[in-house]
Nanobody, 115 residues
């Protein structure tokens, strides 16, 4: 199993910034990519951003240059810098890690953008 430890969620005002961090405790697994997804009640979980072990990134269309995903200083970590946050970004954010054959999820963190 791969355990994902998330940090950084919370409440922020519109236009503000948050940084989400995820660390994978992977045992014998090799992680090919890590990323962040989000979900609001009644909607499908959607991709926010992902990054491969080679550094290739992918973003949801709604990001519009506001967010940046990067590998952390430690191996098997992924940070998501979110700027210019909007109330529509309010959701539960989940860390995700993919191996060659399996997919793992963190427990999720609430991000609320509100004045």
């Amino acid at each position: 199993q791969v355990q994902l430890v998330e940090a950084g969620g919370g409440l922020v005002q519109p236009g503000g910034s948050l940084r989400l961090s995820c660390a994978a405790i992977r045992g014998w697994f090799t992680i090919n990519s890590m990323g962040w997804y989000r979900q609001v009640p009644g909607k499908e979980r959607e991709l926010v951003a992902s990054i491969t072990s080679g550094g290739n990134t992918n973003y949801g269309a709604f990001v519009n240059g506001r967010f940046t995903i990067s590998r952390g200083n430690a191996k098997d970590t992924a940070d998501l810098q979110m700027n210019s946050l909007e109330p529509e970004d309010t959701a539960v954010y989940y860390c995700n890690a993919k191996t060659l054959t399996q997919e793992f999820w963190g427990q999720g963190m609430q991000v609320t953008v509100s004045s």
